[in-house]
Structure formats: C-alpha cells, structure tokens
C-alpha cells in the first residue's frame, strides 16, 4: 500500500488550500481514508476522515471551514480547507486504515506542509 500526498504549501490567513491523497496497491479492506496533522511541538491530531460509505468525522477545530472528499473509482481523498488560519499550520499526513477489521495495520502518507501565515 502507498499514499501519494500533494497540495501543502504557504497560504495566508484566511485562504485556501486543497490536499490530495492517492492510495495505491492492496486497499481492498482499507475502507477509511483521512487527514492528521502535527504542528512544532505538538502531537498528531485528527483533522478529518471519510469512509467509503461517504461517512466523515472531523476535528471540531476544523468543522464547518474543511470539507473531506473521496473518489472511490480512483481511491482519492482530497481536503479543501478554507478559511485557513495560524493554527492550522502544520504537517498534514494522509491516513488509510480498516474500521472493519481492527488487525490490519495502519498507513500513512509522507505528509505535506501547510503554513498559514498571519
């Protein structure tokens, strides 16, 4: 399985920015797909996840500024933030688990840079 992660970059306060994250190879169980993110100092948190019965989950920070997509047919997910602001910067790692079959590891992207300027 890898996780191809695209789409981090310099914004500022108040802008947008769209992350994609293209999963590859033997994902037949993983049926979660989703973005953390690590700021300087901090642990890795929960931004958002999908299922792929078009379930999500976001991180109350985020809600109602993120929006979590996924194209099945091509095992994408995309994240468009908007509204961004100082605190959402941070390294942004994709996520594929199962939440069906708890044994399974697992998999994380390379993470893609976020910086949202003030």
């Known amino acids: 399985v890898q996780l191809q992660a695209s789409g981090g970059g310099l914004v500022q306060a108040g802008g947008s920015l769209r992350l994609t994250c293209a999963a590859s190879?033997?994902?037949?169980?993983?049926?979660?797909m989703g973005w953390y993110r690590q700021a300087p100092g901090k642990q890795r948190e929960l931004v958002a996840t999908i299922r792929n019965d078009g379930s999500t989950n976001y991180a109350d920070a985020v809600k109602g500024r993120f929006t979590i997509l996924r194209d099945n047919a091509k095992n994408t997910v995309h994240l468009q933030m908007n509204v961004l602001k100082p605190e959402d910067t941070g390294v942004y790692y994709c996520?594929?688990?199962?939440?069906?079959?708890?044994?399974?590891?697992?998999?994380w992207g390379q993470g893609t840079q976020v910086t949202v300027s003030s």
């Open positions: 190879g033997n994902i037949f169980s993983l049926n979660a």
């Open positions: 996520n594929l688990r199962s939440t069906l079959i708890p044994t399974l590891p697992d998999y």
